[in-house]
């Protein structure tokens, strides 16, 4: 899924991840910086460059070059100070996640901080939280003696008396403007910058309520004889609301650092993936030296040591060793797997009891576990179909809030008892403080965030939030056999003798014509010979049939091995005994081939791909679930139908091309069923991009990842059944979420409004009504984070 552009604050206009890549795997070249924004640039891979001063220079895209061919003096000149940090980090909005930017800032559509796009380890060292904890500290002293002093006399119903009444009315004016001005700060700002694009969000709301009641106040204090008697108590007094704006402005700010502490969690699957990678890795160099490297300084090609107890740095391939390494991280399986020359490794796995020596092969981006990171990631910063409906009702929402406030303020100013102009203007606050719309805004995106790690955790990458979504409503799974049901490698089941040579000189034969050939059937056959210690002859004259099978001389004996056609190449008719035999080992969902020896049919050699221990169970759990399970594969009939029959598959579609695949399933769609494909190799590419669900097994194809929406780790079905459960339980808490955004502006707005004065004589405070704004959002983030402890 391509990646949305930066948005225009950012110094480039490319894309910020590609070209912030240190090298290239392929070409090994040193990584230089853009002398414009300070970016790391790989110049392999870098589309902008020029020549300056006999120098190369790279940048990460048209608008930095352009900007430092046009006076490259003031950039050159300040090229020895280091670029800050935060300069390569790309930014989002956890709301808009079209949003992005260089640097950290403020979301220009609804006001809130941006977060970095690719967690770290390293870069986040809790200072925002704790800035925005003393900050919260500092406006709650600040506020604190505003609100007694401006509440107590109206909870024991007296006024401070003369000179004390003018000291407190000024202590609330100073204290409640400092808060207002320096804490509210942040929020004006917001606000202001969201009428430019025209985008008001909650913080419009916040300024417009803080801001009306502050300045009101202000006016009232110092200039009191300009307001008329409606403004005025049975006192003569024009009533102030210091204590309602500094209220509002440090509860806004509790509940920011609340929803800052609880987001801050939601990143935590991604940082505990971040994690399995270790920070160093042993290098040997040419000469035999050994010497601990920073991970990122890694290439591929370079040689590596991994001792026991150690984390697997990079993927690669074993030279030399023998061990057992921990995968539990990738297959969930506690049982380490053994690991000798030729076998692969992967980055974040653990070394339990032996040395080895490895070959880098993917470094940085390009390791399984950066892909699985990037992938959660991507699925974090998605939208998912549901955040429409709150998209399309914020379009509209804060105008009609705003007109809300108005038409309170009118109702109570013409219609209300004295001093009915101060009451509108409590109710007209009240409503713009109540009704912002951050519950809503985060009701979608919060749940998705939270479901994509607690699903990497378990196995399962989403490549967007469309796909956690969508993933709940499928009725038929469609599934291909090889690698998906089966293993995806051919072992040797049977050998049958059908004449006077016995197992081990039939199996010996039959893999000496197989060992030149790399096909999976013949490494099935080899492999099984050397399991059983069957001595195998070489062979003389080899030839391969194609179509057919191979042919060749062994200690002077003509041998062939294939199909039926290889038969009638070599003029053997085989008796309805021997095919009746052969027919059998299909049905058993075996793969025959017939041995001749000498002209004479000698024996069978039966192969088969094994069913993973997992399936059977995996296809009762999905049967449970209500989904139909249908077949596709290019195998034979018979082979098919025995599958299918020993795992109970609903429906089987054999010997079928990777079009025929894709046609099956968009009939299937046709029909009105919800389609999720499970395939693994490329032949599957089509039919996976053609269903409504894409399900790659994680030990399949590239290609086969790339066209799939979800991919599962371990390439094993039960993956789908949790996967599953947990599409429908983040469908359920994105429900509750709008549900409870939508009732909670539905009865706070005619609350705030002042419905219930007629009633019982009581008017929602601005303060209260900011309370229970910034609860709304702890509630919606607390009822999101609920999904870490979904059962499954």
Request: with cysteine.
């Amino acid at each position: 899924m391509p990646e949305p552009p930066l948005v225009a604050s950012s110094c480039c206009g490319g894309d910020a991840a590609a070209a912030t890549h240190a090298h290239d795997h392929d070409h090994p070249v040193q990584a230089t910086k853009d002398p414009v924004c300070g970016m790391t640039v790989d110049p392999a891979r870098a589309e902008h460059r020029g020549e300056h001063a006999g120098r190369m220079y790279y940048f990460c895209g048209q608008r930095c070059k352009e900007r430092f061919f046009a006076d490259p003096a003031r950039y050159l000149s300040s090229q020895a100070a280091p670029a800050p940090a935060s300069a390569a980090v790309v930014y989002t909005c956890p709301m808009h996640p079209e949003i992005r930017q260089i640097g950290p800032g403020d979301c220009p559509t609804c006001g809130m901080a941006l977060e970095p796009m690719m967690p770290s380890l390293v870069e986040d060292d809790g200072h925002e939280l704790r800035s925005m904890s003393r900050r919260f500290g500092l406006l709650a002293v600040l506020t604190l003696p505003v609100f007694v002093l401006a509440m107590v006399p109206h909870l024991f119903g007296w006024h401070w008396p003369v000179p004390w009444d003018g000291v407190a009315a000024w202590v609330e004016a100073v204290l409640a403007s400092l808060v207002v001005v320096w804490g509210g700060a942040p929020f004006f700002a917001r606000g202001w910058r969201s009428l430019k694009p025209w985008s008001p969000n909650m913080y419009t709301l916040i300024a417009l309520g803080t801001g009306v009641a502050w300045w009101y106040s202000t006016a009232a204090f110092l200039m009191p004889w300009l307001f008329p008697t409606g403004f005025r108590d049975m006192h003569g007094r024009v009533g102030l609301y210091f204590e309602s704006a500094a209220v509002i402005v440090t509860l806004v700010t509790l509940g920011d650092f609340l929803e800052l502490r609880a987001r801050r969690r939601t990143g935590a699957a991604l940082k505990s993936l971040l994690a399995l990678a270790p920070k160093t890795a042993r290098r040997l160099s040419a000469d035999g030296t050994e010497q601990d490297v920073p991970l990122e300084t890694v290439h591929t090609g370079d040689t590596l040591r991994v001792r026991p107890g150690e984390k697997v740095p990079v993927d690669g391939v074993v030279l030399d060793g023998r061990s057992h390494i921990d995968e539990s991280m990738l297959s969930g399986e506690p049982l380490p797997v053994a690991k000798t020359a030729g076998e692969p490794l992967t980055a974040g796995t653990v070394n339990q009891d032996g040395a080895l020596l490895m070959r880098a092969d993917k470094v940085g981006a390009d390791t399984l576990l950066a892909q699985i990171v990037a992938l959660v990631a991507q699925a974090q910063r998605s939208k998912a179909p549901l955040q429409r409906v709150a998209d399309r009702v914020a379009a509209w929402f804060v105008p009609a809030v705003v007109a809300a406030a108005v038409l309170a303020f009118a109702l109570w100013a013409w219609f209300g008892p004295d001093p009915r102009l101060a009451y509108a203007l409590i109710a007209a606050v009240s409503v713009l403080i109540v009704a912002c719309p951050c519950a809503l805004g985060l009701a979608t995106p919060i749940s998705i965030m939270v479901a994509s790690g607690r699903a990497a955790q378990n196995g399962v990458l989403f490549r967007d939030a469309a796909a956690i979504e969508s993933l709940r409503s499928i009725d038929t799974l469609v599934v291909d056999k090889t690698g998906t049901l089966t293993e995806g490698k051919p072992t040797l089941r049977d050998v049958v003798s059908l004449g006077a040579y016995p197992f081990d000189r039939l199996l010996a034969l039959a893999a000496a014509l197989e060992r030149p050939s790399e096909h999976p059937l013949a490494r099935a056959i080899v492999d099984g010979a050397q399991a059983r210690q069957v001595r195998v002859p070489n062979v003389e004259h080899f030839r391969a049939v194609v179509g057919a099978g191979v042919q060749g001389e062994i200690a002077g004996h003509a041998v062939a091995l294939g199909n039926r056609q290889l038969l009638l190449n070599v003029g053997v008719m085989p008796d309805a005994s021997a095919l009746e035999r052969a027919e059998a080992l299909r049905a058993d969902g075996a793969t025959v081939m017939f041995l001749v020896v000498d002209g004479a049919l000698a024996g069978l050699i039966a192969v088969a791909d094994r069913i993973k221990p997992s399936t059977p169970q995996a296809i009762r759990d999905l049967h449970a679930a209500g989904l139909r399970i249908v077949m596709l594969t290019g195998d034979s009939a018979t082979t098919a139908r025995a599958v299918a029959s020993e795992l109970a598959i609903d429906e089987v579609h054999a010997e079928v091309s990777p079009a025929d695949k894709a046609a099956v399933v968009h009939s299937l769609r046709q029909a009105g069923h919800r389609v999720a494909m499970a395939g693994d190799g490329i032949n599957d590419a089509p039919a996976l991009a053609a269903a409504d669900i894409g399900i790659a097994m994680g030990t399949g194809t590239d290609i086969a990842m790339e066209s799939a929406q979800v991919t599962l780790v371990k390439g094993e079905l039960t993956a789908i059944v949790r996967a599953r459960a947990l599409s429908q339980a983040t469908v359920r808490n994105i429900h509750q979420n709008l549900f409870f955004a939508f009732v909670y502006n539905a009865v706070g707005v005619p609350l705030a409004a002042g419905t219930l004065y007629p009633l019982v004589g009581v008017m929602l405070s601005p303060m209260v009504a900011a309370l229970a704004m910034s609860l709304s959002s702890v509630s919606v983030v607390g009822n999101a984070l609920r999904l870490r402890r979904a059962p499954l």
